[in-house]
């Protein structure tokens, strides 16, 4: 069996990036990493801008300068200034060609038409130079850059409205089991709700992936194959929930190979998700996670997640490790890594009651998990440990 640091490693050698791009309008384009280097179609700044409210000024030896007039934002007039004029100019106005410097009005006293300047007046102070963020051909952000809010913002001050990304993968989930039911049907004796689906679909969600479809089989040989077929043919990753353990009802394990799913790992020495599959076929990528929820869940957390970004552009996520002060203590049993569900504040972690691979109603609370490493047996109160945290806030 694997370790868990083999399991990452395994993964990160068998997932390259897409060679699929699209061109996507900006406002629709949070999340999608740049598939190009982006160049900026003019100057940003476009014109030597006014940082300030107050006058802009031809500078001059004396301290007094003649106010011949004024600009404001959005105006596109030319004023001229000799040495010793000057004009009123506000925030983002265009500063005259010949203005040099920018005074705050807080450093200036008005007479009639004169003003005087007590304070030293540096060149071009409280003027944006005429390409200061980036220049007309240069790269204004390069490939790579995952698009957030600031640099959708930014492309558009270069009055871009569209952009080549990395396209996202289509994502399958497949849930097996014949004891799972859908929330909002009455549940049988043996039967439980089932929440696997939606649950991946929430977490994908929140990582900024829609386009995902769900589908649902029995554990029944023939159709976990037929089904595993059809979605493999037809997505970029597919997400398997449960049957994939040893019992004599869990298919999928059989299904997979015989579809030549060529398998990369099976097994995890870990708690939870022991039996955590990670398989291809081409360049589809299939992860099977066990069907216990929270075992489930940490397995998309801890290795799911990397991978479908790495596979969108992203080349850069690493989830969030961070050393804090246990609260708690724990005694391992067993020699298999840990992933505990846990609460991380301000430096410190509480290590939550309810570890079992089936139980949600600590993952519900958590924001972290505590890595508890093979060679690791305990963590005392007060231990520094390795927390994970979480990508849901
Ligand atoms: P399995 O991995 O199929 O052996 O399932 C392990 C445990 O997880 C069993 O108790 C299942 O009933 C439960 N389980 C499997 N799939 C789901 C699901 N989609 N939603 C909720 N519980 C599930
Ligand atoms: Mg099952």
Avoid: W
Wanted: aromatic share 8%; proline share 3%; with cysteine.
């Amino acid at each position: 069996m694997i370790s868990v640091e083999q399991a990452f490693q395994i993964i990160s050698e068998n997932i390259q990036l897409t060679d699929k791009s699209i061109d996507i309008d900006l406002i629709d384009a949070l999340g999608y990493v740049l598939f190009q280097d982006v160049l900026s179609p003019i100057n940003m700044p476009p014109f030597r801008q006014s940082a300030m409210d107050g006058y802009a000024i031809n500078l001059h030896d004396a301290k007094t300068y003649a106010l011949i007039g004024e600009v404001k934002a959005g105006d596109g007039h030319q004023l001229h200034l000799k040495p010793g004029d000057a004009v009123r100019i506000f925030t983002g106005a265009p500063v005259p060609n010949s203005a040099n410097a920018v005074v705050m009005q807080e450093k200036i006293s008005s007479q009639n038409h004169t003003l005087i300047i007590d304070s030293n007046i540096t060149i071009n102070e409280n003027i944006r130079p005429l390409g200061e963020q980036v220049l007309e051909g240069q790269v204004a952000l390069k490939k790579g850059v995952k698009l957030t809010a600031a640099a959708i913002a930014y492309l558009t001050t270069l009055g871009i409205t569209q952009v080549k990304v990395y396209k996202k993968p289509s994502i399958a989930i497949v849930v097996t089991g014949n004891e799972l039911v859908q929330a909002g049907q009455s549940l049988q004796y043996g039967q439980i709700y089932e929440s696997n689906a939606i649950m991946l679909i929430s977490a994908l969600n929140q990582a900024g992936y829609s386009n995902i479809s769900t589908h649902s089989v029995n554990d029944h040989y023939e159709k976990t194959f037929q089904v595993l077929k059809e979605v493999i043919y037809e997505n970029d990753v597919v997400l398997v929930s449960g049957g994939i353990s040893v019992g004599d009802y869990d298919f999928v394990g059989k299904a997979l190979e015989e579809l030549e799913v060529i398998e990369h790992f099976y097994k995890v020495n870990q708690k939870p998700g022991k039996p955590l599959f990670f398989g291809k076929k081409d360049d589809k990528i299939i992860f099977a996670l066990p069907g216990n929820p929270a075992a489930s869940l940490s397995c998309f957390y801890i290795y799911v997640i990397a991978a479908i970004e790495k596979l969108s552009g992203n080349l850069n996520f690493k989830l969030n490790r961070v050393k804090a002060v246990s609260k708690s203590d724990f005694i391992k049993k067993g020699e298999r890594a840990q992933f505990l569900k846990a609460i991380y504040k301000e430096g410190t972690v509480e290590i939550l009651e309810g570890q079992n691979s089936s139980m949600l109603h600590t993952f519900a609370l958590a924001n972290s998990l505590v890595y508890v490493a093979e060679k690791d047996e305990s963590i005392n109160i007060n231990d520094k440990v390795e927390v994970i945290l979480l990508p849901i806030n």
